[in-house]
């Protein structure tokens, strides 16, 4: 089992690009979360899908969206990047809820001039 | 404030010592709780979930206090590879919160 991937690992864009970063488990897993991660901050949630066809906010979502393609794929886009989006991103899976473990993916780093 | 607080450290303890962190949260109706740790560049990964009642994984020991709002992880016998950033985090109603970090260096 490859766990939770996500591609790609690294990407630069210019402020006003648009880009997707994908997510795929293969643990049968039920949710799945994006988050990003700052310096000196923890791990902030920014959207999450408690089963396929849901999706909800989690605690800083403006400037992304997301799409639960199926119960694997879980994507996230930035519409328009901006600087304050520099960041590493994670995404990750549970069975069922989020008060179960979770399984993170490598992580996105992205940065934006 | 932060609703889940950590002492950033770094923490430089040799091998072989006992090294304890800390961690609170500000939200009293917080349900359940977690050490997970993070290597440097790399995913968080669960160490350890924290009940009620204390629990031990071999050299590892966390504990919860629901009355003052923190949750404790001792370290007994470091080795090397237990050098990483340990992440708190805390539950409720399915929305995690993670703590910023302690990070621990074990030297030989």
């Known amino acids: 089992n490859a766990g939770v991937t996500q591609t790609p690992k690294f990407q630069v864009l210019k402020t006003g690009q648009s880009m997707t970063l994908q997510c795929a488990q293969d643990?049968?897993?039920?949710?799945m979360y994006w988050y990003r991660q700052d310096p000196g901050m923890g791990l902030r949630l920014i959207y999450y899908?408690?089963?396929?066809?849901?999706?909800d906010k989690g605690e800083v979502p403006n400037g992304y969206n997301v799409s639960r393609l199926n119960k694997r794929e879980f994507s996230l886009r930035l519409e328009s990047a901006a600087p304050s989006q520099t960041s590493v991103y994670f995404c990750a899976s549970s069975r069922r809820d989020p008060g179960n473990e979770q399984y993170f993916g490598p992580g996105t780093r992205l940065t934006v001039t | 404030r932060k609703e889940v607080e950590q002492d950033p450290g770094p923490f430089n303890v040799p091998e072989g010592a006992t090294v304890a962190f800390n961690c609170t949260y500000s939200n009293s109706a917080s349900q359940s709780f977690f050490w997970y740790r993070q290597d440097c560049r790399k995913e968080p990964k669960l160490l350890m979930s924290?009940?009620?009642s204390g629990n031990e994984d071999g050299r590892f020991t966390a504990q919860l206090n629901r009355a003052s709002q923190y949750i404790s992880l001792l370290i007994r016998d470091s080795k090397l590879s237990d050098s990483a950033t340990y992440l708190c985090v805390v539950n409720r109603n399915n929305d995690m919160r993670f703590g910023a970090g302690t990070r621990l260096t074990v030297k030989p």
């Open positions: 924290v009940y009620s």
């Open positions: 899908s408690a089963s396929e066809g849901t999706t």
């Open positions: 643990m049968n897993h039920n949710s």
